[in-house]
């Protein structure tokens, strides 16, 4: 099964908790969120391969490392996953991005896929999937059903924030992803909310209700 890692860091719990704060604005969350990505994806990309390579400084020769290896991709899932995006990229500048856009079928209550845009060279990157929230799990199954679907073989689910309930769907569904969590909370209240959870994302990330 997919292995699971809360990351712990002191900053990355310190600004979770602000985030969850139910006074914390608009522009504060964002920012927060922005943070938080950027510690998580320094926790996230610990193991990736480096290549030896010999730069010279003003001193002289130097025996020093690049990354080696597979390229890297972000893909948030639309919308509340472009609240992360940037704080990865800052950390990440030659990551390419794509998108996946899910609706929620107000019958069936599954998501379905609306859009997709992914890199050419999907087979050969390293992605990272985002979204501040791991509730169901319906979403982040799909998304990873999707890029599976175009070749992607290297997969990682990067949340904030997730409930069991959700954390064991995408387990069962894709045991070969691992998932980096902020926090691993209580469970789902009977609405799909992860309690105690932040609110919905997507709304405190951009204004809307």
């Known amino acids: 099964m997919g292995n699971v890692h809360v990351l712990d860091h002191p900053l990355i719990q310190h600004k979770l908790t602000f985030i969850r704060d139910v006074s914390t604005g608009t522009k504060e969350f964002r920012e927060l969120v922005d943070e938080v990505s950027t ?25 020093s490392y690049t990354l080696a290896g597979k390229k890297l991709g972000v893909v948030p899932i639309l919308r509340a996953g472009l609240g992360m995006t940037d704080g990865i990229i800052k950390l990440i500048p030659a990551a390419k991005v794509g998108h996946v856009g899910l609706y929620r079928d107000p019958e069936t209550l599954q998501p379905v896929e609306y859009y997709v845009k992914l890199p050419s060279d999907v087979e050969e990157r390293e992605f990272i999937v985002i979204d501040p929230m791991l509730a169901t799990g319906g979403s982040a199954i799909e998304a990873l059903n999707s890029l599976k679907k175009r070749g992607a073989q290297n997969l990682k689910l990067m949340c904030l924030i997730a409930a069991p309930e959700g954390v064991a769907l995408v387990q069962e569904a894709h045991p070969d992803v691992d998932i980096y969590l902020a926090s691993m909370d209580e ?13 919905d994302a997507g709304d405190r990330l951009f204004g809307t209700k």
């Open 187 to 199: 469970k789902l209240n009977d609405k799909g909310y992860i309690v105690p959870g932040l609110g």
């Open 39 to 63: 510690l998580m994806a320094f926790e996230i990309t610990r193991n990736l391969q480096l290549q030896e390579v010999t730069v010279e400084t003003p001193v002289g020769p130097a025996k």
